[in-house]
């Protein structure tokens, strides 16, 4: 990770399905933008039952059929997170506890988010977990982490130097 380039990481349960997806996805559209020098990402798990596994076979297909690529091993969130990430991005709201529970006790300053939050369509704020479910599953989650990445990214490339935004 550069110091300058602001830091995102994204997390789900396990790191497997949503995670790594929102990690593609974002890469991607960073290096569609041409701003590939400007962000460092990563994906983690609030869980460690798959660390060192690849993504789920699901999530490379889904990302595969949409021009993404999916690398890297699942691996969970450890303390020196919240201070090596300006952004953790979460995937649903048990996530978002967990990761406010360990934020607490620690001095990072990491801005802690649900993904959908940015997302401009209404819904509960969620990305559901697709792992127990058929294909539908793993392309609704697409859908939903595509649109709300994008918006993200957006809201990222819009603020001010002292961290405001152009959010009106």
Known sequence: MTEDSTRVLFVCLGNICRSPLAEGVFRSLVRTREIEGSYSVDSAGTGAWHAGESPDQRSVEVARRNG????????????????????????????????????????????LHLLREFDPEPGDGQVPDPYYGGPDGFELMYVMVNRACEAFLDHLETRQPDGATNDG
């Open 68 to 111: 993404v690529v999916l690398a890297g091993r699942a691996r969970q969130i450890e303390a020196h997170d919240f201070e090596d990430f300006d952004y953790v991005i979460a995937m649903d709201r048990q996530n978002l506890l967990e990761l406010r529970t360990m934020a607490h006790s620690q001095q990072g300053e990491a801005y």
